[in-house]
């Protein structure tokens, strides 16, 4: 029971350190990238190929995962999105398409890996680092488990006091309200994008890589599961809201460890689905999110 | 010149029927080679170059083209050349499906290499039955891929070499199993739900639990860690290529240390990632290139000078089987003719050949192997055991 | 031009069954109802197609309708399950919708095959039947496009709050839209599933999404024109492109961002500007 909550929890942190920089890009510039999962195989895949040429320690590969994360989203906010959003004539068909161009853009990278692969799995089996297991009574816990656990914990936290605290964080908070006003307060919106974007896709970067480390390996296609995952935990606890994305990464994964422990989980990705399509139904902001006024 | 042409041909196919279309085509033709060959014999080859199993599509090419090298080069057609002309049909069902009606439409084709995937292959069948073309498949493992006279295919269900992996087990003396299982995929689901089962009744060990994982799942964090807490004397891990190194991977962090059984989507490489982790481990495959069987190692000499020194996988081996059986078929024909060909092949299928694989024979149009234990030493693939011959 | 439509047949139909699937999501579309419930429909039709051939044996049309008035009445209750909802949250409870089905046909044991699928369903359905289910469904589209019917759609599309004060039945109009999309899904799923006489979970996926989508994008969303012209280009794209082999999903990447980002009123509306723009010169005053 204990080892299930423990797994439930690395589980949870994987998905809420993909999930989080996309809920921050939705909730408060608006833009909803599909191909944040490609993003995040991507620097994986980078990892895999540099630890194939040196062998590398974990931090390092993580530091590479980062910037390759930062560097792939800030391009796709660059060349894509934000014409789009420059252009669209109302903020209705800005989001279908930026939608659809996430779906292209998301190809890229991936056809890039599977030619590469030829979809078989890669892993970082050329680094320094060596998993470790540690038991503490009737639990075991690797470090990998621990780094992804502390690196979850700090980075959520530093994320929400900049949202709070910080003058650029509430800036950031402001475009989310209102972004014409925000623009006319002095707020420089196209700057703060690009630097939401950077941290989304840094911290896609770090998921891709520890997510290879926690497993083993992942293949190209890993990007596109944990893309709709992600999607169910901001819908679930609320989009933009830190705090709903903890949560809803959370229950997420224990939801999951329920059905695959209990059951004979083929079911388990039905559960991500109902609860998007539940909650949607039921509580369309989420568990957290700011309510949304429709008149019809 | 004519009578002595009329008589080579009845001599080499035989009956009066099959002797008319034999002779049309030669002569409709011209520069025939010997035995009412054309010059050349044109065939489709549908495969997934690009997509998620562009790692079978690939390597199938790699067969099928040297299978087709040693065909022309040797002149096992006489003067006749066997043409491949390659499809990718990547990861579409409908593409595949519309290269099987070009090649239908197209008179020019002889027959049809056909697609990986079950689901690209049962859209190809009817359509080939339809129109009397002759398909030979490699993989496509599901039911509703052989569907009439006209549809082959050289990848042995694993369910029919099996048993190596039971013989294993009762000689390690293992008395539980565990089964993990992709129960979205129709060949893994088959053996994890009936083969393994069976297996068991017959080799003296209990299923002491029985896993299905999606088809795409990747964490199997809790799946290895229930394993693994329930010890059982050995796992059968019956998953696609990637997922492999990862579900290992889990299972030994977690402590297990029993047996780890698996099925041909632990070769090719898949395992690599999993290192030294997944060391110990074996699954029954239709082919190794350890094997001592002089077809066997005929076919990895060769694949291994033609491809810098690498060793071939199953796929490879399965095409390259796939491409002699369909060689073997039109020389049987001795001619280009669909028709000729399927009846060709029905032939070459009654009696079975030596081949990559070992020892061919079919049942229907469906292929037996003998098999083998394959198994993972740490970095690369061994053959574990060799009673199998 | 027998011989190349007998090598293309299959290209032929999907062509006309991607156009009913684009236009069972831009039926929705152009309501202001942003759902991908056709997708869903799509697979409702396909799995009841088939299992009505293969079990009860009826005739490829029953069957087809079978699946129609199945998906008919699951998207109704839809649509009265997620009134509420609009924009990427309604997108995203139909996509959510529709993946639930595809979980559930492999696991729906013997009657949906399992992850094999159902194969074996041969019918007697011609192109020829595709192609006239197609043309009707765009004229009976196209006629809703013009008159009354027309403005009331452009209305709730483009502001329902006027469209409810000025009498237009706003509510009817959007589960109206529900229902035609999920009649057109599922028609062009049971057909899909008739000519190729097999259906797989594989099949009834997050690609079809994405699919009709980016079809309705690049072709353009207002009007069945731009499904037509969507269902043309991604159904010859992969044969045009085939000369650059292995790199096709790259190209094909490509070209959907780059026309989501330059393009944003798709191929139609760019059509659109080049005739009005070759039409302006002849206009007296022009543009200031």
Known sequence: MAQNLLN????????????????????????????????????????????????????????????????????????????????????????LQILVGGIGIATIPLAIAQHATKSVPFGFTGSTFQVEVYRLGPVQLTNVQLVILGAAAVLTGVLAWWLRSARTGLALRSIGVDAEVATMMGVNRRGLAVATMAVAGALAGIAGVLLTYYLGSIAAESGDGFLIKAFAAIVLGGIGSIGGAV????ILALAETVVLTQTSGMWVDAVSFGLIFAVLVLRPRGLFGRKEVRRT | MRTGNRVRCALVVGTAAVLATACATSSGTGGSGGEGLPGTVKIMSIKEMTGPVAFAGTH????????????????????TKLEIDLHDSAASVQEAASFATQAVSDQSYSAILGPAASSQAAAVSPIADKAKIPVIYTQAGSDGVLV??????????????????????????????????NSGNPTLAELGQETVPQLAKKYGFTVSSSDGVQLTAQDFTNAGAKIARAKPDAVFVLLQGPQNPAAITQLKQNGYSGEIVGMTSMGAGNLKPAGQQAKGTVWPSDFSPHAEVPSVQEFVKAYQAKYNGELPNNYAAEAYDAAWFLARGIKEAGSADRTAIQQGLATVAKQGFEGAEGKLRFEGNDLRVEGVLAGWDGSGEILVSREAS | MIAWYEANVVLIQSMFISLLLALSIQVPFRAGVFSLAGIGSYGIGAYTAAIVTLQLGWPPFAAIGAGMLLAAVIAYLLALVLARLSGLYLGMATIAYSLILSVAVINGGELTGGAQGLFGAVSDLQTGH??????????????????????????????????????????????????????LGACAGAMNTLLRTTVTPEEVGFHLVVLALTMIIVGGSRSWAGALIGAVVFTWLPTVLAFVGEWQTLVYGVVVAVAAIFVPTGILGLAQDFVRRLRRPALPGGRP
């Open chain 1, 247 to 250: 949560a809803g990464a959370m």
């Open chain 2, 148 to 181: 009439g006279d006209y549809t082959y295919r050289v990848t042995a269900p694993a369910s029919s070499y099996f048993h190596h992996a039971g013989e294993y087990l009762k000689s390690k003396g293992a008395k539980t199993a565990a089964v993990l299982y």
């Open chain 1, 8 to 95: 439930a929890l690395t589980l949870g942190s994987l998905y809420l350190l993909f999930a989080l920089g996309m809920s921050l890009a939705w909730g408060t510039i608006g833009i909803l990238n599909f191909a944040h999962g490609s993003i995040f195989m991507f620097a994986a895949f980078t990892g895999h190929l540099l630890v194939g040429q040196v062998a590398l320690p974990l931090p390092l590969v993580l530091l590479i995962g980062t910037a390759v994360g930062a560097a792939l989203s800030v391009l796709a906010q660059v060349l894509a999105f934000e014409p789009i959003q420059r252009r669209a004539r109302d903020h209705r068909r800005a989001e």
């Open chain 2, 60 to 79: 199938s090419t790699r067969g099928i083209d040297l299978a087709v090298e040693q065909i022309n080069q040797r002149k096992f057609l006489g003067d």
């Open chain 3, 130 to 183: 595709v192609v006239a289910v197609a043309v009707a469904a765009v004229v009976l589209l196209a006629l809703s496009e013009r008159g009354r019917p027309g403005r009331w759609i452009d209305a709730v599309r483009e502001d329902p709050e006027l469209a409810v004060s000025v009498g237009v039945p706003v509510t009817a109009i959007r589960q109206l839209s529900f229902v035609v999309g999920g009649l």
